[in-house]
């Protein structure tokens, strides 16, 4: 299952005297997104940079903020149920720098009210641009993630702020269990912040050009990772920031496709073993029903040709046991003078047993093998009716139609 992963340009914020701007797009200008395709979540396929018309197709696409542009809070969460976004921007309003309403909040995954949880801040009119751009050029965001996440165990990187500066240039992402901070390498406050518990216990990695100043100033050797390597680790991630009123809404086709790729990821793999065992189980149990089923429907015919031959010992081939078992017992029936259900006798008398009391003899029959045929001239529907209610009540069954009557065996008339 490929997966796009894209970098969201980081917010343009205002700069200290001396600091040069980052190159700003035109208003009218598209977006370019840098981006890094992998084919399985583990190795990059394909990187580059191109406007959002232009990026290469995926079976997921999930878009990657900066630390930058996330800040985080941990809160005990109101029991607000869906006016949670609204509770939290209360709980929240002394401590944000903006005004509520400006920001848009993600509650971390699993999290329910009444939970102490970690809630991820941005700037809400940004992310709903960027969304926006995004859909408006078909390119659909299943889930914005953050690059970093409060969690153990602890991870550091280190990065170039301003490439081709020296040692002052190198900025140290960090993320533990208390948080994510951004913190440069000039003056103490990294040292402050960074205990060396911390420092010895944390996953350390670098860019190739910071490496060399990160293992200066740790002590210790870190891995060499690129921004792209590095932005691999969100696809098994769980966060999701697309919450309340930037979560995506999906109908018919893309819907399905949604459900299809929450169900491809890893976290549900076990949900999809599931799946796939019960649907093999199925499969052995359908089967097995049916080679019962089969070895029963065996026995039985078995038993009936057995008895056949047993009964009849004259009856060599065998073709169909019970219709050749049946005209047998006419035979039989016949040479020693009975009368049977399909004899003209047998009809004659379930018809005069049931025979309305104010009709006269019919004045014409005619007679098949366990069918026999009456005029009907003459009857009304009432006579009708009741003369089908007692041929009923004996096991016959009347068919009327085109001035006849016809009785015969409700069992034979519905194997016919």
Known sequence: MSTLLLFLPPRTRLRAPGRALPDTPRPDAPHEYDYVLSADGRAITAQGRAAAAALPAADSVIAVVAESDVGWRRVELPRAGRQMRAALAGKLEEALLDEPDALHFALEPDALGGDTAW?????????????????????????????????????????????????????????????????????GLARQLLTPGLVQAAHWTATPAAAPAAERWLGRAVTVQTPAQRALAVIDNSWNLRQFDLAPRARGVRALRLVGRTLMRKPWRPVRYGLAGLVLVQLLGLNLWAWQQQRELAARRAAVTATLTEAFPQVRAILDAPVQMRKQLDLLRASAGSVGEQDLEALLG???????????????????????????????????????TQLRSEGWQLDAGEGKLTISRASAQGGR
């Open 119 to 187: 809630v991820a801040v941005t700037s809400r009119p940004w992310l709903a641009e960027h969304l926006a751009q995004l859909e408006a050029a078909q390119v659909f965001i299943d889930r914005v993630a953050p690059l970093s996440w409060p969690d153990e165990p602890a991870r550091g990187h280190f990065f170039e702020a301003q490439p081709g500066r020296d040692d002052a240039g190198i900025t140290l992402h960090c993320s533990h269990a208390e948080g994510v901070a951004t913190l440069p390498l000039d003056g």
């Open 350 to 388: 379930a018809a005069a047993q049931a025979w309305p009391g104010d009709r006269p003899p019919t004045d014409a029959l005619a007679f098949e093998p366990g069918r026999l045929t009456l005029s009907a001239q003459g009857w009304a529907p009432a006579q009708v009716d009741n003369f089908r």
